[in-house]
């Protein structure tokens, strides 16, 4: 899963490395519209309930969630628009 | 032969409509709703109130929060000051903290250093300010509805609140019917 990802290529990529809970939540709210059907995310975040968080909006807005990969300092999160 | 089948499909369709008044009248009792009685006006709770209710909208859920009782101190915009209060209502004003910036924590206040620490923290952290946070939770479209009667209960007047867009003065029966329609509801 972790090498799929980081061939992945996005097609936008959201900063949220510089806000705490529910910082990146919102910005990856707010860019999502943004994007059309189908594209993809990928948000980084520093804060590590991003982890958890981001998978369950997915679940209940409808994006595909397809996973994370941890950098020295942050994570990369990926998911498809609805 | 035909006539039994057609009964059963008469029956079947009562059935179905019978089904789909209940699934209409469950749609409408729970919405993706979430209301919050914020009563309390200390900084940690108001915070709490506010990050609860971003995440939650960020996810879609219409968000209504009813503030009431000391939590009013949290909506006073330090910038106004409202003419022609009575003896009583001053003394609360000068007594109650003007705005968010002013609250105390529910623990460890020390007089106000354990905001000023927690403050500093939150910056370290990036964590929102409550400012920004408000700030925000206009633009996500929550809506606050402010207790009538608590602000009659302090003197406060409508002129000393922040300007906020989605900003209304009610009573108990407006949370009470928000918070009915509500799958989440919350008393902080």
Redesign the interface.
């Known amino acids: 899963m972790a090498t799929d990802l980081k061939s992945l290529k996005s097609d936008l990529v959201v900063d949220a490395r510089g806000t705490a809970c529910p910082g990146p939540l919102l910005a990856a709210k707010k860019a999502i519209g943004e994007l059309e059907s189908g594209e993809i995310m990928e948000i980084l975040s520093a804060d590590e309930g991003t982890k958890n968080d981001i998978p369950r909006w997915c679940d209940k807005v409808g994006h595909e969630y397809l996973g994370f990969y941890d950098e020295d300092s942050f994570s990369r999160l990926f998911l498809i628009k609805e | 032969m035909e006539a039994t089948q057609e009964i059963t499909i008469q029956e079947l369709q009562l059935q179905i409509d019978a089904l789909k008044k209940k699934v209409n009248k469950l749609e409408k009792s729970r919405k993706d709703q979430l209301s919050i009685a914020v009563v309390s006006g200390d900084m940690d709770k108001v915070l709490a109130a506010m990050?609860i209710s971003?995440?939650a909208a960020?996810?879609?859920t219409q968000v209504k929060l009813f503030f009431s009782f000391w939590s009013l101190s949290a909506l006073r915009d330090p910038n106004k000051s409202p003419k022609g209060k009575d003896f009583i209502s001053k003394m609360f004003g000068i007594m109650l903290p003007k705005g968010k910036d002013k609250l105390s924590l529910s623990n460890m206040n020390m007089g106000g250093m354990g905001p000023l620490m927690i403050k500093m923290l939150m910056k370290k952290?990036?964590?929102?300010s409550l400012g920004e946070m408000f700030k925000?939770a206009g633009e996500?479209g929550i809506e606050i509805t402010i207790c009538e009667m608590s602000m009659g209960l302090m003197g406060f007047k409508s002129e000393e609140m922040i300007d906020y867009p989605h900003l209304r003065y009610a009573g108990a029966a407006t949370f009470v019917a928000d918070a009915g329609e509500s799958a989440i509801q919350l008393f902080i």
């Open positions: 990050v971003l995440a960020a996810m879609d952290q990036h964590v929102m925000q996500l």
